[in-house]
């Protein structure tokens, strides 16, 4: 609640900054008070059976998906460049006005969940907590999972503009075409078909097959012929990471201990930020300074020891459930 009412004020703040720095202060402040991904993740892992999370993980980055889509298109049809400034701040008022209906549905709908486990234990600092987790043979690879691919594949799509236009001379419109058309296929996946693998398969395989197709869009699309293989390769990726992301956080939350779920869902989102802020800086050098192609090839490179990293862990989790069977 009050990360979203934070929210609420920085963009209504943001739509009346008069300098730079204040509307640089502004967005500083909304940054800390949007890392609330781990909240409601761990909300989501503390209400759901554990079989069932992979499901609803799926479901959540649905919901992102979609936002990511309508957002923009909303915000976009609101702006009146010709007003100078003042045309930029009705779509922060409508952002306000959305983070005030989420407080309030908040407010009317959700409760702590009953089933929440609370235990009487020593509090571990930020950077004790962090070694603890990044030694854990399950959360630590998938950990390191998270950071291989939020690196490699937030850097071919930031770059992804660049590329096409470098290899089609694409403008907008095709870009923007094929973003819409990937994000709705990746909306899809998530809402109608991770979770119903997941159960039938295990979060192992699929985070594996996931990473698998991942892989195989990556490393086809230097060799795209046009419009149509194009868009149907980077709709295979996203269809990727829409099978496997949610399978990361369901076997995450399924490790962590319950009392500290959101805490290492945090230190995992946090891993995953500083992917996907470093990811698309070396993506630009390789597309500058060596060739276009390379961030896919180096994307493909990096995503495909994710799978062994995914079933990796997943051994350790079942060795380590099997112990915990036999001392009890």
Not at 64 to 80: K, M
Not at 238 to 257: E, M, T
Not at 295 to 315: C, E, H
Request: hydrophobic share 50%.
């Amino acid at each position: 609640m009050s990360t979203v009412l934070g929210n609420c004020l920085c963009y209504f703040a943001l739509a009346f900054a008069d300098t730079a720095w204040l509307a640089f202060a502004i967005r500083l402040l909304g940054g800390f008070a949007s890392g609330n991904g781990s909240v409601v993740q761990a909300y989501i892992a503390d209400v759901t059976p554990p079989e069932k999370r992979a499901r609803r993980m799926s479901w959540l980055g649905a919901a992102f998906a979609i936002g990511l889509v309508v957002g923009p298109a909303i915000g976009g049809s609101f702006v009146d460049e010709s007003r100078g400034v003042p045309g930029f701040r009705v779509p922060l008022l409508i952002a306000s006005a959305a983070s005030a209906c989420s407080l309030v549905a908040i407010l009317l709908f959700v409760r702590e969940p009953r089933a929440r486990i609370v235990e009487t234990r020593e509090t571990l600092k930020v950077g004790a907590a962090l070694t603890e987790v990044v030694k854990h043979p399950v959360i630590g690879r998938l950990m390191l999972l998270t950071l291989l691919v939020s690196f490699a594949f937030t850097g071919i799509e930031v770059m992804f503009g660049l590329w096409a236009h470098a290899r089609f001379g694409w403008g907008a419109r095709e870009i923007g075409q094929c973003f819409a058309i990937a994000g709705a296929i990746s909306a899809f996946t998530q809402i109608f078909v991770t979770g119903r693998l997941s159960e039938r398969y295990g979060d192992a395989h699929v985070l594996a097959g996931g990473m698998a197709l991942t892989v195989v869009g990556c490393l086809l699309q230097p060799f795209s012929t046009g419009l149509v293989m194009t868009t149907l390769l980077i709709s295979l990726t996203a269809a990727g990471q829409s099978i496997a992301f949610p399978n990361v956080v369901a076997l995450i939350s399924r490790a962590s201990d319950p009392s500290r779920q959101g805490q290492v869902l945090g230190f995992n989102n946090a891993t995953g930020a500083f992917g996907r802020t470093t990811g698309p800086f070396c993506a630009s050098l390789g597309f500058s300074h060596i060739s276009p192609n390379l961030p896919y090839f180096a994307a493909a490179g990096l995503v495909a020891p994710a799978i062994f990293l995914a079933l990796s862990a997943v051994r350790h989790e079942r060795r380590h459930a099997a112990k915990k069977e036999a001392s009890a």
